[in-house]
């Protein structure tokens, strides 16, 4: 049974640094990887989304790794801003039939002025 | 173009009632998916729905339904609602089905069981 775990729970940082965002799944065998925003009182913003033969996809400040064998996925922010104060999920869409995306729960990021 | 819009955007039940939610694509998608939210479990999947067909669907227990229109329009129905039915819906439509592309989501149904 697939799970997905998110470190850290919660960050909060100054304006200016990057930032590393961790997920990290328990089944390699994944159709897709991808990352959420989330903003208080609004839907989900999909980021970026890792099909399982990639490596990396990169948008503007946001670069998202995966490495599949070892079950994990980083989120990297570059000069972070306070608009990217959201909660940033992970999502893992699973491969053959079991195509249902199962979801960490997420980390609360604050960038402080 | 027009984004996927969820009605209503908050609603208030008493236990043993039922609730039907109702969430419109954006227009050509045909794809529509719907997920529970809560503070303890996060988001977890409910059932996916592609012309009209229901394609997946998650652990939940019978009480929890929908379906899907012509129009790819979809509805998801609670019957006999638990104050654990308490939670924020939302409903996520693509152009395909299988989780190929992206999906994109509602403002979501905030649901309140009494």
């Known amino acids: 049974k697939q799970e997905v775990t998110q470190i850290p729970a919660a960050l909060s940082v100054p304006e200016g640094e990057n930032l590393v965002l961790n997920c990290s799944f328990t089944?390699?065998?994944?159709?897709?990887l991808q990352w959420f925003r989330q903003d208080p009182g609004k839907g989900l913003t999909s980021l970026l989304l890792i099909q399982s033969s990639q490596r990396e996809q990169t948008s503007g400040r946001l670069n998202a790794s995966l490495d599949k064998s070892s079950g994990r996925s980083t989120l990297y922010i570059a000069a972070s801003q306070p608009g990217d104060s959201a909660t940033y999920l992970c999502a893992v869409m699973g491969a053959g039939n079991n195509r249902k995306l199962i979801w960490g729960l997420g980390t609360s990021l604050a960038v402080n002025p | 173009k027009a984004g996927v819009t969820q009605t209503p955007r908050y609603l208030i039940k008493t236990r043993g009632q039922q609730v039907t939610l109702s969430c419109s694509p954006i227009?050509?998608?045909?794809?529509v998916s719907w997920y529970q939210q809560t503070p303890g479990q996060g988001l977890q999947f409910l059932f996916e729905y592609f012309s009209e067909t229901q394609r997946n669907k998650g652990n939940f227990p019978g009480r929890f339904s929908g379906r899907q229109f012509s129009n790819s329009r979809s509805e998801m129905n609670v019957s006999t609602l638990e104050l654990g039915d308490s939670a924020l819906y939302l409903c996520?439509?693509?152009?395909?089905?299988?989780?190929?592309?992206?999906?994109?989501f509602g403002p979501g149904t905030r649901l309140t069981v009494t």
């Open positions: 227009s050509g998608h045909r794809s």
């Open positions: 089944d390699s065998a994944i159709y897709n």
């Open positions: 996520a439509s693509s152009l395909v089905s299988g989780g190929a592309d992206e999906q994109y």
